[in-house]
Structures are given as structure tokens and as C-alpha cells.
């Protein structure tokens, strides 16, 4: 195994792509498979970085249990907290992996504490280090209370032997401790315990899987993966803990019935049952349009024709594949519970598959964030312009976070994704795979402008121009959100009578959704506003939908001159990490950056500090970090809510519109009030 940026530059296994290996961090998802004590397992490696989080929604989507890798050092972080509510929203259970036992300051203890109040998982050890960092030997298995170690060459053997005689009484209390927590869990143990009769090792390991499937109880382990150690006992976990596709009841949502019923699969491995599958990744690799499917139930074999339930196209199956990170190996049938790729198919992520036309059936979505920070995009040489359009319809169709339009007011193409290091991945991307070397802009924040108080309207749209005229007139309130809905606009139809034709009421809606998508305070989209329509009038003759639409968008016109508008902002969760002596140097950059601390935390000469920071305050950060704690400082950020702006804040972009209004030919600035 190879250091993943080690100096012979040759990385992990899994990290195929170039610039994974240049920059040492996991960019995209990839997929292989092993067979373990005659079990097939797939794998996906997933990044841990949260700018590329879609990565992990895909993954936990179509697999059945995962492992949590957690550093004995740094513990619980922003990204755990993001990657456990992705397994909650999916429902997939997990085996704890404590890594990096043989780094300074291990402490598994303080990070099975982290497990249990940060994540809120009912969590006990089942092994327990011999020895840590340089010192760190072996395992203990305290299921089968047996000491476990790892020898040369680059601990693929495993040795069993009797546990030190320093750590037998920790062990015995530490093997009661995890009787207790699943018996808490589990019924069939816990009848046992209330009978105190102490578990086998079978009956033990068969509640740890009971209340592991039912998402109950994590199971946690450790090891040094780097060096092989705990490896074999974490598959034996894999192959013991976690369910097969046959104990997971997965669902598929039957579009032919009018209130859409959900159809229970069967995952037996045969043809016994139509195929259904669901493409969860596309990827243009060295082979051509790669597309990944996860088999839920049946079986499908080369030559066979698929058809695509959301497009209704058909597909035949020229080449089937399993993958095993960038290399392939070609099959001609897989079943229920395998991961395959597919060449040359049209389709996006999320689609599924059927073998059978008349089955009008699909799978449930992928959640798919939206993306936080938004940057200009260019190619710096005008002769590779279609290299650039290239590269930017491949990673748009592979990545749904992020996304490429272009801006008519600003007059420059916008690339929005989950973070800047995003952003900057994709920009060096179309230079090395599609010669199209590019420049990333200044990012721009998505703001959001919002009102801070009800106000009233009443609007006539009136218009008579020979033949049939335009007539609309609305009255209602359009009023601000609660601060939880304020990325949200609703609106509500609260007439009565026929004052206002049923039939018009959705041209009053898309007039309202027209107006928000740009405000007039500073030209963001509008957001955390109710528009309630409580009354208008109608022409027999004269009104249209379109003139409903008109007199909507009036409506909105008058609330912008006449409410009090505020900006909002995004605000981010930020954790950062360094050593104690930078505290002070860290605290104070913070303050800088409008920054409102939460708590820290010490930990072995290091402290973990817990704030929430202004999204446009948080740019350079990394570099300034850097600087201020000799590179020894980490952070992680992820997007936590929306808040109305610093005073400062708004009036920069207050002023940057006008600027920009009156720099146009003929253009000129309207003053709106705000808050």
C-alpha cells in the first residue's frame, strides 16, 4: 500500500485521477469490489472534504452499510456531522472505524465520547488498542477476548494470542460495558442480561448485528490503515455487522397508480423477477460515457435491452462492467445487489431502469444540495472556447452540485458548486483534461434580499389600446417568513367569491415567482416573503392571464418601493484546529472576520474551536490560517443558515449596485428603502 501522496508519487489505489494524487485529498467517488471469507463485498471510496459531499449522497443512496473513518486525533468533525446526517437521511447503518492509532496524541477514548454526544449514536468499543502511537502493537478483540497482532510484511499476517496481562482487567470491564449498551438495544440480549447470564461469543455477535441493521447500536473499531493493522478484523466486521441486500427492504414507487404506491423489491439473486436498477453516477471515462448502476432486484445480462422510465427510451447493453477504481473488468450478467457500469447510455443521475417496458416504475431521488458560493469563470484564450463549453457540459452532467449559467446582466459566465477548493478542482480540471486553462473571478455570495415587515398592496393593472385591453387588479399583504423559511417564498390564495377567477390565481403565482427572481434593493434573488392575496378585481373581456401576471409583478414593484427591505446572507458552521499556542492569533483573525465563537474545546495540546462566520468574510481564510499558525492549522466549514447582513455589508452592495446601474448606458439607480 502506498502513502497517498508519498514520494514516489504513485497514491492510493483508489485515488486514480491526477489531481487527487498532485493534491493528496479524495476528488470523486470510485468503486471496486473484494471477496472476504467467501464474501463479496462493494466498496465506495468517497471524499471526506464537504465541498464534494454529492459523492457521498450517491454512494450511501444505493449501498447498504457503510464505515465511518474517524482520526483518533481529530475526532468528530464538520464533515462527520454532514456524512451522519446523509446515513440518518438514508437510513443505512455503520461500522465506527477509529484510524491513525500510531499518530501523536491518539485518543480513541475521547473520540468514542465525541461518537456518543455529537453524533448521538449508542456507540461501544469492540476492540481496544494495545499500545498507541509509536507504541501501538496490536488489538484486543474483546468479543472473543483474544489479543490480536499484526506482522510483517506490512501486517497482512495476523496472529492471535492471549491479552497482555497489564490490560485483562480493563478488557473484562470493557467487554461488560458493550454487553450492557447492546443488550440496551437489542431484546434477545437484553432478556440475557436481566437473567445474568453472560452472552457467548455468537449470541454477542448476532445482537451487535441485530441493533447495528436496526440502526441501533455502531460498533466501534480501529486500526492504522496505513499499515494494515485492523484491517482483516474490520472485514470479518463488515462480512458480521452489516446487512446483505436480502435483510434491506428497498422500495420502488410505482408511477402508474394515481397515488403513486411504493412497491416492496426482491432481492434474490436470479431472474425471477424483472430487473430494476438505478444509475447513481455518470463519469466520462478513458473507456467513454461510464454510467454507474446500483441492481436492486433481478438480473441483467450483455445484450439485453433496458428501457429508461423517466424518458421512455430504450438501450441495449452492449458492454457490461465491474470496476475496480479505474480499471475494468467486462461480465456478462450481474443480479440483485451488485454495483455495474453500463457503456454509451443517455441518462442522468437518478434514473431508472427497467428490462420491461410496460413497468412505469422509479427509484427515490438523490438529495442534492444546493450550491453556496458562486464564482465568475472565463477560458483565458478565446481560441478554446469549445474545449471550455466541453468541459463544462461533461462535469455538469457528472456533478449536479455544480452548476454553470450565464449571467445576461453582469455579462459573464457564473460557475456556483460547494466551496471554493470546488470550484477550483473543476478550473484545473478543463486546463489538464481539456487544455482550456481558465480564470476564477472574485466569488460571488448568494444574497438573498428579504422584507423585515408586512406591507400592504393594492394593484390596478389597467391598459386599453384598441380591441381587447389588459385588466388585473390585486389586493393582499405580502409579509416576511419565519427566520427558519426565510430561503423560502410561499404564496397563498386567501380569496373568496369571484371577484378574481379561480383560472387566474397561477398567473398571480408566476408573476409573484417572476418578481423574486431578482430584487430591486440589489439585484439578488428574493427570498423569506408570503404573499397572501386577499382580494382584486376582473374585466369580463379585458382580463388574461397575462395581464393578472402584470399586475403581480406591480404588486411587487410597489412593495419594493414602498416595504422595508434587508439583505440577507449565508452564514457558515466553521471548525478550526491548531495548536494552543496559536489560540490568541486564531481568536483575534476571527474577530476580524465578524465571527461569533461558540465554544472550544482542548485536546491534547491542540483546541478544536466551534463558530458560525459570514460566508463573504470567509474567503482567503485558508491562507490566512495558514500563515498565522506555521501550517499547522485545519478548518472546515459548511453552510448552517441565512441571517440579514452586517450594516456594513449591506451597504457595500447597496453601493456596488448603484454603481453598477449607473455605469450601464442610460442606466440609472432607484433608491429602495431598507432596514
Known amino acids: 500500500m502506498h502513502e497517498v501522496k508519498g514520494k514516489d508519487q504513485v497514491g492510493a489505489t483508489m485515488d486514480f485521477m491526477e489531481l487527487e494524487r498532485q493534491r493528496g485529498i479524495t476528488i470523486q467517488s470510485a468503486t471496486t469490489y473484494t471477496t472476504w471469507n467467501d464474501i463479496n463485498i462493494n466498496i465506495i471510496d468517497t471524499p471526506g472534504h464537504v465541498d464534494f459531499t454529492i459523492e457521498v449522497e450517491r454512494a450511501l443512496r444505493v449501498l447498504d452499510g457503510a464505515i465511518l473513518v474517524l482520526c483518533a486525533v481529530g475526532g468528530v468533525q464538520s464533515q462527520t456531522l454532514t456524512v451522519n446526517r446523509q446515513m440518518k437521511r438514508y437510513n443505512v447503518p455503520c461500522i465506527a472505524f477509529i484510524n491513525k492509532l500510531d499518530r501523536m496524541s491518539a485518543n480513541p477514548q475521547r473520540v468514542l465520547e465525541h461518537i456518543r454526544s455529537k453524533l448521538n449514536h449508542r456507540a461501544a468499543f469492540v476492540q481496544l488498542p494495545i499500545g498507541l502511537e509509536s507504541k501501538a502493537k496490536g488489538l484486543v478483540d474483546l468479543i472473543n477476548m483474544k489479543a490480536l497482532y499484526f506482522n510483517e510484511p506490512l501486517g497482512l499476517k495476523m496472529v492471535e494470542d492471549s491479552i497482555p496481562s497489564d490490560m485483562i482487567a480493563e478488557c473484562e470491564e470493557r467487554r461488560q460495558e458493550l454487553i450492557e449498551i447492546v443488550s440496551d438495544a437489542d431484546e434477545i440480549l437484553a432478556d440475557l442480561f436481566l437473567q445474568e447470564k453472560v452472552p457467548s461469543s455468537e449470541e454477542l455477535v448476532a445482537g451487535i448485528r441485530r441493533a447495528c441493521i436496526a440502526r441501533e447500536f455502531t460498533p466501534v473499531m480501529m486500526g492504522t490503515a496505513l499499515k494494515n493493522k485492523g484491517i482483516q478484523p474490520l472485514l470479518d466486521a463488515v462480512g458480521n455487522y452489516l446487512p446483505n441486500p436480502s435483510e434491506v427492504i428497498n422500495y420502488a414507487i410505482d408511477n402508474s397508480k394515481k397515488d403513486e404506491q411504493k412497491i416492496v423489491m426482491n432481492s434474490a439473486r436470479d431472474n425471477t423477477f424483472p430487473f430494476i436498477g438505478l ?397
Open 279 to 675: 444509475a447513481f453516477k455518470l463519469e466520462a471515462g478513458r473507456f467513454g460515457q461510464l454510467t454507474y448502476v446500483r441492481v436492486y432486484q433481478g438480473c441483467m445480462k450483455k445484450g439485453d435491452t433496458i428501457y429508461n422510465t423517466r424518458t421512455a427510451k430504450k438501450n441495449k447493453v452492449s458492454r457490461l462492467a465491474r470496476m475496480h477504481a479505474n480499471e475494468m473488468e467486462e461480465v456478462n450478467e450481474v443480479y440483485a445487489g451488485d454495483i455495474c457500469a453500463l457503456f454509451g447510455i443517455e441518462c442522468a443521475s437518478g434514473d431508472t431502469f427497467v428490462n420491461k417496458g410496460q413497468l412505469n416504475l422509479s427509484m427515490e431521488s438523490i438529495y442534492v444540495p444546493d450550491p453556496v458560493i458562486s464564482m465568475s469563470i472565463k477560458p483565458l484564450n478565446k481560441s478554446n472556447a469549445d474545449n471550455f463549453a466541453k468541459g463544462i457540459a461533461r462535469f455538469t452532467r457528472e456533478d449536479p452540485t455544480f452548476k454553470v449559467k450565464w449571467d445576461a446582466e453582469s455579462k459573464e459566465t457564473v460557475a456556483s458548486g460547494m466551496g471554493e477548493l470546488h470550484l477550483d478542482v473543476y478550473a484545473q480540471r478543463l486546463d489538464k483534461e481539456y487544455s482550456a486553462k481558465c480564470s476564477l473571478g472574485k466569488p460571488k455570495v448568494a444574497f438573498r434580499e428579504s422584507l423585515v415587515q408586512p406591507c400592504q398592496f393594492d394593484y390596478l393593472h389597467k391598459k386599453q389600446s384598441g380591441g381587447q385591453g389588459q385588466y388585473g387588479r390585486v389586493t393582499g399583504i405580502i409579509e416576511p417568513l419565519e427566520p427558519q423559511n426565510n430561503t423560502q417564498i410561499e404564496f397563498v390564495d386567501e380569496t373568496a367569491g369571484t371577484n378574481i377567477p379561480k383560472n387566474f390565481i397561477l398567473a398571480i403565482e408566476k408573476g409573484f415567482n417572476n418578481s423574486c427572481e431578482k430584487g430591486q434593493l440589489c439585484g439578488q434573488i428574493v427570498s423569506g416573503i408570503r404573499f397572501r392575496l386577499q382580494d382584486g378585481g376582473s374585466h369580463a373581456v379585458d382580463s388574461s392571464d397575462y395581464s393578472f401576471q402584470l399586475a403581480a409583478e406591480g404588486a411587487m414593484r410597489e412593495v419594493f418601493s414602498d416595504g422595508a427591505w434587508q439583505i440577507l446572507e449565508p452564514v457558515m458552521s466553521v471548525e478550526i484546529t491548531a495548536p494552543q499556542e496559536f489560540q490568541g492569533a486564531v481568536i483575534s483573525g476571527l474577530n476580524k472576520r465578524n465571527a461569533i465563537i461558540q465554544g472550544t474545546e482542548s485536546i491534547d495540546g491542540f483546541f478544536a474551536l466551534y463558530c458560525e462566520v459570514p460566508l463573504n468574510d470567509m474567503f482567503g481564510y485558508a491562507t490566512e490560517l495558514r500563515s498565522c499558525t506555521q501550517g499547522k492549522g485545519e478548518f472546515s466549514m459548511e453552510y448552517s443558515r441565512y441571517c440579514p447582513a452586517l450594516p456594513q455589508t449591506q451597504k457595500d452592495l447597496l453601493d456596488s449596485h448603484e454603481q453598477e446601474q449607473e455605469a450601464r448606458p442610460g442606466g440609472h439607480s432607484q433608491k429602495r428603502k431598507k432596514n
